[in-house]
């Protein structure tokens, strides 16, 4: 089934089912009024909004017609925003940009930061930018949404607690980051709200495509109406959610309506199959053509972000931002 | 006034009122049924919760008898948990325990980082450990919740935005800290969930202890019933709530239910007031004798952090916590 939030029902959005083909949605205040309602319950909710969810695709429920820019993120606010870096070539190419070193064992222990997710841009909203010179970069990323994950999971039994997937736009402000990072904490500043897909799935909806850890299908991001990228997010992971979320578990469980991120998709070759950020297709200038030539993203500059089923549909809807200056 | 949240609420606790003398309580839900519907709407929230506080102060409400184990974190589960490092006396001996660098520009750039806030312990749960080599180690700190802010707020303008205060027992994991932060991420998996005391006050409760910014009174750490620490909450601290806010505010609003924390509290001189978690004192151990006696927390083990007002009463309840081996 497919789900999201309508911005009409306030801070935590008005949950509505959305028809497979995105045609349509219904809202299903009668069943759970809030994503974040049915992730607490997910085990009693879950088999009610499927039901709901056969009658709108059967079309015994007419519903309403889809428009994106109703939709807020699927949770518009979360209790926890858990973004891996699961892609080595994102990495290299990246920490190059920083003059950072890879961590010795990028490979076999993986990495993930504690995200802020106290209010997600919408999937249509503006991406403010504050100072032209921050450095503003879009980063396209899958995410999952889990129930209540008990502390020391083994990354089989993660995947049970996989619950929903989307499309992620992780916003990065680069010239922000490289100074904030060597201060040793991570991230605060130089990551300002990620925006979500209008719509979420459960993972049947993915069929083969998803095997219990990964999406196997290209992420396409279009930079200013361009084709930018379209790395297959199935492959060149260094570690799939259920590997991330038995990391994110080891000391802790997590809470049900947990968002794990799988960093900005990357193939090796991605010379071919481009990009999801402009930091990597900076370097990639940078060691091919001696200089950089592509700029940060500026007020004006539009990113679209999303990903085809094999008849071409779209699978999640679309992120679609545009960047608005703010202050300065 | 004073409020709390009672575990019987479920996920997000169920609101009450305290009495100023932690006497009694009366539940809110005529008011707001959590904590977080009351941040949500404080403006018109706040004027109702303080006349029902009157009437409890005043005995016009009878009310239960106050008992911190009814009572989870103020905020059982929060949106945002951002935590400080503003004594510099505490970073420049946790960085000594790990071999790291102080920022360059430690006392005028603030470090904050981006916690996990998915679910708080309750302020007398039991501390889980998983692995006794963890090296397990209490925090005592001050915490603020504000309600919505907007980015790039001044610190004045913060102050304002300053809606409650309470305790935080920020816990870490010393042995497991040092890896992660080698990786550049931040903390993860060395900061397992934190607890709150049991109440959070207005700053007006304060008094004169309050300037805005920052509590000036002793915060009391008991371990293991010997009295560890008393340093002074408004000394010797390099950032203030208000400049803590607006350096988390630069580039993103923060959402009604912030928590901002202050990091462990830590004087100048340590020696005379001791500490506020058991890496200083390790430290101190090792440059005034040579080497380390004090181990890190294990089952069995117990802290108290409270913080009291002139009079000697206890304004907050006490965090009151043994660690209980889980696994392993």
Redesign the interface.
């Known amino acids: 089934m497919k789900l999201g939030s309508l911005k009409a029902g306030g801070?935590d959005g008005a949950l509505v089912i959305v028809s497979r083909d995105l045609d349509r949605f219904v809202e299903a205040k009668g069943i759970a009024a809030t994503m974040q309602q049915a992730l607490?319950n997910w085990t009693d909710i879950a088999p009610r909004l499927e039901a709901l969810a056969k009658q709108l695709d059967g079309r015994e429920v007419a519903g309403e017609p889809f428009d994106a820019t109703l939709f807020s993120s699927p949770l518009p606010?979360?209790?926890?925003w858990?973004d891996g870096?699961a892609y080595l070539s994102h990495m290299r190419l990246v920490r190059k940009a920083r003059g950072?070193e890879l961590?010795a064992n990028a490979a076999k222990?993986p990495?993930?930061?504690?995200?802020?997710?106290?209010?997600f841009l919408a999937p249509t909203d503006g991406i403010?930018l504050?100072d032209p010179d921050?450095g503003l970069d879009f980063e396209a990323e899958i995410a999952v949404v889990t129930d209540d994950v008990p502390?020391?999971v083994t990354a089989d039994q993660a995947r049970g607690h996989i619950k929903l997937i989307m499309l992620c736009n992780d916003i990065s402000?680069r010239n922000?980051m490289k100074p904030e990072?060597?201060?040793?904490?991570?991230?605060?500043?130089?990551?300002?709200?990620s925006a979500f897909s209008p719509v979420c799935v459960t993972p049947n909806e993915l069929g083969s495509a998803w095997d219990g850890g990964k999406v196997s299908l290209p992420l396409v991001s279009t930079f200013n109406g361009e084709e930018f990228g379209r790395p297959d997010a199935g492959t060149d992971l260094s570690f799939d959610f259920s590997q991330l979320i038995a990391?994110?578990a080891?000391?802790?469980?997590?809470?049900a309506?947990?968002i794990v991120g799988s960093g900005t998709v990357s193939n090796e070759d991605y010379r071919s199959v481009g990009s999801s950020c402009l930091q990597e297709r900076r370097m990639i200038e940078l060691l091919d053509e001696g200089e950089i030539k592509t700029a940060f993203m500026q007020a004006g500059d539009a990113i679209r972000i999303e990903m085809f089923d094999a008849r071409g549909t779209s699978i999640f809807g679309a992120i679609e931002q545009r960047v608005v200056a703010?202050?300065k």
């Open positions: 801070r607490d606010r979360a209790y926890q858990a870096s950072a961590p222990d990495l993930l930061y504690q995200g802020g997710s106290d209010a403010s504050g921050w502390a020391g402000l922000v990072l060597q201060k040793g904490f991570g991230f605060f500043q130089s990551k300002p709200a990391h994110a080891m000391t802790r469980s997590l809470a309506g947990t703010s202050r």
